[in-house]
Structure formats: structure tokens, C-alpha cells
């Protein structure tokens, strides 16, 4: 006859071992509601935030209290980008070895024909200032002369597929405001679009929502820049009866209309044409741009703040 | 999960979102960004259990929204949801296995991702699913690498839970 106490692996397993009696498990206490109820709290506390900020993102008291937060974050933030740039530095010193030789060769040729062209370039801006003096031309800020730049580090790269973003540590306390140009030392990064208290959001060319007035500054050809495949640009809206050349520099077009000013002054660099297309059945040339920018590598930025601003007749 | 527990979990994940944000996110191979916080987040959950996971994930989602002063409330919405599924899994039919980290890891990497992409898309924003898709298989290759060191380091630091203390529903033969 069986013992009353054997067990199913008693049975299966033909082993002496017994199952040991379940132990009272504190556990029981904390019943399915109560985890239930954590998470639907929790859920519901995420919707309502992910609603009022979604309602709000530029203004408000949680947009204030984010900004605070952001604020006290900052300097973990600037300690890990410190902690991390000796070997992100490390890593493009290795990887830029191997192509050093044959840029050097490349970019001598370039700083000649740059030299002669910055003489031409100084001689016709000094005669654009005469004439315009003469003209008393009236124009909005000019950059660079009309904007003091302020300089600073970008702390976070918020990357991913939904947003070409990143943070950097100036807000409104020095100035920055909602769409403040943002440069770097080669050409145009982007916008602000997110304005906080000490950090604000940088909103990258790159990124599927921007959109740039620029203009070929040799053909004066004026466009779009939108984003392109592969982290590159592309200047749309430009017409299959335009003219535009692989080579030509693209700088942002500023202002047209004064009814309709424009975020970014003229003549912020954007970029280099690498190459021109069309098709029988698009509306439009397919101008393709290189930007200036290291947009993927960013350490240090500079926020474009006005200092003079345009008189109202 | 005692006091002392939670500030551990609470100093993990901070530190693992402050990571995130400022080193990781920039990194950037084959389409794919390893996502440090989350792996930290399945590894306290795995450990933890569904409530502390929800609440570890809410809290990370709040501290990675507020250093990049996104979408209050998007991360943390979809990490509180991740960390109690890994948690529920931890606490019944995961429990003592070996391969619930990577296993976790990548079923969690995935949802997390779709996870973002329905947030967008329900908000009327740009979900590039396409994207996504792409970036998702490197995301998950770098996110199982780090798995091991992370789960490692946080296991070191909470110590698994007495047998005693995990669910009943549930019960482990053999």
C-alpha cells in the first residue's frame, strides 16, 4: 500500500527524496490587486504627464518643473560627457589615422584656393558695407557681426529614429530663446526647439521636421533643405529649370519677407552640393548636400543671440 | 524590497539613465544603440519583481525624460509596463533561470521599442516603423552583450530574493 504523504516525483522519478512543504509565503499578503493597482497608478500618473506635455511642450508648470529637473541633472551629465570624451577623442584619433596622409594632400589644396577666394570675398564685402551705408540700407541682423555667440557643450544626444535631437547646457537664463540659431565652428546645426532654464533642445537639420531656407550662393537658386538619405541633406523645391552646380556652397537665405522672418540670417554655411539629378517624372532637381557640420559628432556648439534687433518703421 | 534595496535600485537606475543619455545614446553601431537603462531596469525587475520593477521603470523613464527634456512621461509610460512584465516573468516561470537575463533582455528590447513607436504613432508624431525595425536587431545584439557584466553588477548589489518570497501562482516541479 502507498503512503499516504508520496509525492508526484516519487511516482515519476522512483526517488526516496520528499517534496519539501511549501513555506508559508509572505507573498500571499501582497495580493494580485495591490500589484495591479501599483501598476495602473503608475500607468495612469505616465498618461496624464505624457499628456499635459504633450499639450505643452514648451510652457508650463511641469515644462518649468522638467526644466529644473533638467537643471539639477546637468552636471551628472557634463561629469559622464567629461568621464567619456578622452576615449571617444581616443577612437577618432585611431580611425582618423588611417585617412590623415591623403586628407592633409586634400585640404592644402583646398586652404590655396580658399586664400584667394577670402581675398575676393573681403574686397566685395567691404563694397557691399560702402554701398550699403550709401543706401542706408535697412536689414535685419547680420551674421555673424549682429549676433554674439554663445558658446557651449552639448551634454545629451537623445538619438533614435524618431527625433535628431540633442541637449545642450545654455537655456534662458544666457539668453537662448525658442528657435535660436545654433551653429558650430563649420556651419549650421540646427534650432532651438525646446528652450529649458541652464540646458535646451537642439533640434539637428537632420532631423525629418526641419526645413531650412537656403540659397546657392553662386547661382542664388533658393530651396529647401530637408533631410536626405544616410545623414545627408537635400535642398528641395528647386525648380528643373534652376541651375545648380556639384561644388556650390548652400547658405541659409534669412529673411525675404519681412512679414515672415526667418529663423536663421543669411548666410549661415550649410553645406557643399555633392551632386545634382533629375527624373522625367519628379517636379523638382535632386540636390543632394553634404552639411559642414559633423552633426553625428558634436562636443561644443555656439547659440547665435541677437544683439541688434530690427527697427519697426 | 526593503529600504536600503530600493536606494540601491534607485542609484543604479540614476546612474544608468545619466549613462544613457550622455554616452551611450551617441553611440552608434550598424544602426543599433545599446540601451544601458533598460538591461539595468530587467535586471532589478528579474531580481525584484513586478512592483519594484514598474516602479524602477517609472523611475528611470522620469530621470531619462527630464535629462533630455523630452516627452515627460513617454519613457516612463512604456519602462513601467517593460519592468512589470519582467518583473511578473521574474517572479513566476523566470525565476533561477539562467538564460531569463538575455532572454528578458531581448523580448524586452523589442517590446520596448514597439513599445515607442505605438506612443508616437497614437500622439500623431512621425513613427518611422521602418527605422525601427532596421535599428532594432543591432540594438538587441548590443544589449545582450551588455547583459552579463550589468546583470553581474546589479545581482552583486541586490542580492536575490529568498524562495520564500516569490509568487505562489506559480510553482517550479523538479
Given at each position: 500500500m502507498a503512503p499516504p504523504n508520496r509525492s508526484g516525483r516519487v511516482a515519476v522519478l522512483g526517488s526516496s527524496l520528499q517534496r519539501s512543504k511549501p513555506n508559508?509565503?509572505?507573498?500571499?499578503?501582497?495580493s494580485a490587486m495591490v500589484r495591479r493597482a501599483v501598476l495602473a497608478i503608475l500607468v495612469v500618473v505616465a498618461l496624464a504627464m505624457l499628456t499635459i506635455s504633450f499639450r505643452s511642450p514648451t510652457s508650463g508648470v511641469l515644462h518649468d518643473a522638467q526644466s529644473y529637473g533638467a537643471s539639477a541633472l546637468r552636471p551628472f551629465e557634463v561629469a559622464a560627457t567629461r568621464v567619456a570624451r578622452p576615449f571617444r577623442d581616443g577612437y577618432n584619433y585611431v580611425t582618423s589615422l588611417t585617412s590623415a596622409k591623403s586628407e592633409l594632400k586634400k585640404y592644402k589644396k583646398m586652404a590655396q584656393d580658399y586664400r584667394a577666394e577670402a581675398l575676393r570675398n573681403a574686397a566685395a564685402a567691404q563694397q557691399n558695407d560702402d554701398l550699403q551705408a550709401l543706401l542706408r540700407y535697412e536689414s535685419g541682423p547680420r551674421y555673424p557681426q549682429d549676433y554674439r555667440a554663445v558658446n557651449t557643450a552639448v551634454i545629451s544626444f537623445p538619438s533614435g529614429p524618431f527625433a535628431q535631437q540633442l541637449v545642450i547646457d545654455v537655456g534662458t537664463k544666457q539668453g537662448v530663446r525658442l528657435n535660436t540659431p545654433i551653429v558650430s565652428a563649420d556651419g549650421l546645426v540646427g534650432r532651438v526647439t525646446n528652450p529649458g532654464r541652464s540646458t535646451s533642445v537642439v533640434t539637428l537639420l537632420?532631423?525629418?521636421d526641419s526645413a531650412v531656407p537656403a540659397?546657392?550662393?553662386?547661382?542664388h537658386v533658393s530651396g529647401l533643405i530637408r533631410h536626405g538619405q544616410g545623414g545627408t541633406l537635400i535642398l528641395d523645391r528647386v525648380a528643373k529649370n534652376q541651375v545648380v552646380n556639384k561644388g556650390d556652397w548652400i547658405v541659409t537665405r534669412g529673411t525675404v519677407d519681412r512679414r515672415y522672418p526667418d529663423e536663421y540670417p543669411y548666410g549661415i554655411p550649410i553645406g557643399r552640393v555633392i551632386s545634382v539629378g533629375t527624373s522625367d517624372?519628379?517636379?523638382?532637381l535632386t540636390v543632394q548636400i553634404q552639411p559642414l557640420a559633423q552633426l553625428d559628432s558634436l562636443d561644443s556648439v555656439a547659440a547665435l543671440i541677437p544683439t541688434k534687433h530690427r527697427s519697426h518703421p | 524590497m526593503t529600504l536600503a534595496d530600493g536606494l540601491k535600485a534607485a542609484a543604479l537606475l540614476f546612474v544608468a539613465a545619466i549613462v544613457q543619455v550622455s554616452?551611450?545614446?551617441?553611440?552608434d553601431i550598424l544602426g543599433g544603440v545599446p540601451q544601458l537603462v533598460l538591461v539595468v531596469l530587467v535586471a532589478v525587475s528579474l531580481l525584484r519583481g513586478s512592483v519594484a520593477g514598474a516602479t524602477a521603470g517609472f523611475f528611470a523613464g522620469l530621470v531619462v525624460d527630464t535629462a533630455t527634456l523630452g516627452q515627460l512621461g513617454l519613457t516612463s509610460l512604456v519602462l513601467t509596463v517593460s519592468g512589470y512584465c519582467i518583473g511578473r516573468y521574474g517572479e513566476t516561470t523566470g525565476r533561477d533561470r539562467a538564460h531569463a537575463p538575455y532572454l528578458s533582455v531581448a523580448v524586452v528590447t523589442f517590446l520596448f521599442a514597439f513599445g515607442v513607436l505605438i506612443v508616437h504613432f497614437m500622439l500623431g508624431e512621425r513613427a518611422p516603423a521602418g527605422a525601427v525595425m532596421r535599428g532594432v536587431w543591432p540594438t538587441v545584439v548590443l544589449n545582450l552583450i551588455l547583459t552579463g557584466p550589468a546583470y553581474a553588477l546589479v545581482r552583486r548589489l541586490l542580492r536575490p530574493r529568498e524562495?520564500?518570497?516569490?509568487?505562489?501562482?506559480v510553482q517550479l516541479l523538479g
Open positions: 508559508p509565503y509572505p507573498s500571499k499578503a501582497r537632420t532631423d525629418p540659397r546657392d550662393l553662386k547661382t517624372i519628379a517636379s523638382f | 554616452i551611450f545614446s551617441q553611440v524562495r520564500a518570497d516569490y509568487a505562489t501562482e
